[in-house]
């Protein structure tokens, strides 16, 4: 298995015993990273809110929210397929940008161009300062996978964080295993 290093589209899987009840079995997408920092959303904390519920001027879409993280938690972000070319958006992974002009978004949406599958919506996002998820890569709080946008942008359940650590082989489908807490075991 290759090295993997902290870069855009690299997920961040949370340790199996991660304090930190914001990341606690998650799964995190990197959006960002260098010298300043890194930015990345959550992709398996779904809330009970779609679109429309925080947003009165876009046009009906039932497009789920997600928790994208701790920080600035009333603000909205997106990640959506490259397919759509939206100005502004920052390309993640191959055929997944992040971002771009909200007003294509929903011009997309009311002619019909964009459906669900087409992008995640999250509330709020992960970040890091300067030099701090190198940290806590050094204190073993984070393993990292090879991003995959098809994971990114399927319904994910409760389970992801188990089937992304089961894909990278036997070692991590046991860890994917472990109790939420070894003393009730």
Known sequence: MQKLTLEKGIFLVSEPFLPDPNFKRTVVLLTEHDEDGSIGFVLNRKTNLVLNDVLEDFPEFPAPLYIGGPVEQNTLHYVHLSHHNIPGSKPVLPGLNWGGDFEIIKELVVNGLMNLEDIRFFIGYSGWSAAQLEEEMGEKAWILSPGDGAMVMQEPDSDLWK????????????MANYPEDPRLN
């Open 163 to 174: 089937e992304v650590l089961s894909k990278m082989g036997q070692q991590f489908k046991l």
